[in-house]
């Protein structure tokens, strides 16, 4: 069983470190996290071992934002993956424009159902629809249409909130 749990930490932690990125919006704490959860798989050795991680991450998320909300901290929002640490700094420029639309993009996600995020952030973490469906509690058949509707949605409140923007910065 331990070869199984190796192999499930090899060829998932990488999505479950993205999955939860995006949910807690700090990327050291979503390796912690991520640590946690495989640490949590050995003990209770799951049957369905990639959805039991994934539900694992997504209750720990929670947990974690949860606790900052009564601690009353504000969490960094970013809606991409962190720069990996072999990738130069990009100038500064550059930067901020990538600042501002990981902005943007959270704020699109934020206007989203929590159904509706939460099976794109499944989906972009790499799940398949019948893990996503088991996480859910949608049915399989209904992953793919649930998922079509969140990135038209998506992509409607982002390319609303630029009209918005472009109105304002001509005001």
Do not use: C
Not at 47 to 63: C, G, I, S, Y
Not at 110 to 132: F, K
């Amino acid at each position: 069983m331990t070869d199984e749990l190796e192999r499930l930490y090899k060829t998932t932690y990488t999505a479950v470190v993205r999955f939860l990125y995006r949910k807690v919006w700090d990327a050291d704490r979503a390796e912690d996290l991520a640590q946690e959860v495989f640490i949590r798989a050995m003990a209770h050795r799951p049957e369905k071992p990639r959805a039991w991680v994934f539900a694992v991450a997504a209750n720990l998320a929670r947990d974690e934002a949860r606790a900052a909300i009564r601690r009353r901290k504000h969490l960094t929002l970013l809606s991409s993956d962190p720069l990996p640490m072999s990738t130069p700094a990009p100038a500064a420029d550059e930067q901020m424009e990538n600042d501002e639309r990981k902005e943007h993009v959270n704020q699109a996600l934020a206007t989203l159902s929590d159904r509706d995020r939460e099976v794109l952030l499944l989906w972009d973490a790499g799940m398949s629809y019948p893990e996503i469906a088991e996480q859910t509690g949608l049915a399989v058949g209904a992953i793919g249409t649930t998922l079509a509707r969140a990135r038209k949605r998506l992509l409607d409140a982002y390319d609303r909130m630029d009209v918005d923007r472009t109105r304002a910065a001509h005001s």
